[in-house]
Nanobody, 130 residues
Framework: QAQLVESGGGLVQPGGSLRLSCVAS????????IGWFRQAPGKEREGISS????????YYADSVKGRFTISRDNAKNTVALQMDSLKPEDTAVYYC???????????????????????WGQGTQVTVSS
């Protein structure tokens, strides 16, 4: 059974860093695009970064450009999001996603970086506060 699990969230002071990890099981990330999204209370889910399966091209939202870095390790079936120079406005639940089509017939769909993402992890909380 396909699954994505995020980890690495927590509480950090402004200017600090966190590294999020997303581990896939039941399928290989080698054949899929991967994205990171976030959602703060009262706000819509927004795409912040993605990496393609074909050539490894990366994409970043303007709000995180220069501060966040996405990477993938196909051998470990994982994707990471390195977050530096964190700001209070980065506080949100962070989700990883792929363009795998679920077998359930019902799923959330969000577009970012030229990819429609359809399969999601459970999310991990990131709080940036002094």
């Amino acid at each position: 059974q396909a699954q994505l699990v995020e980890s690495g969230g927590g509480l950090v002071q402004p200017g600090g860093s966190l590294r999020l990890s997303c581990v896939a099981s039941g399928f290989s990330l080698e054949y899929y695009d991967i994205g990171w999204f976030r959602q703060a209370p009262g706000k819509e889910r927004e795409g912040i970064s993605s990496i393609s399966r074909t050539d490894g091209s990366t994409y970043y939202a303007d709000s995180v450009k220069g501060r966040f870095t996405i990477s993938r390790d196909n051998a470990k079936n994982t994707v990471a999001l390195q977050m530096d120079s964190l700001k209070p406005e980065d506080t949100a639940v962070y989700y990883c996603a792929t363009d795998l089509i679920p077998s359930t017939g019902r799923y959330d769909k969000y577009y970012f970086g030229g990819t429609e993402f359809t399969f999601w992890g459970q999310g991990t909380q990131v709080t940036v506060s002094s």
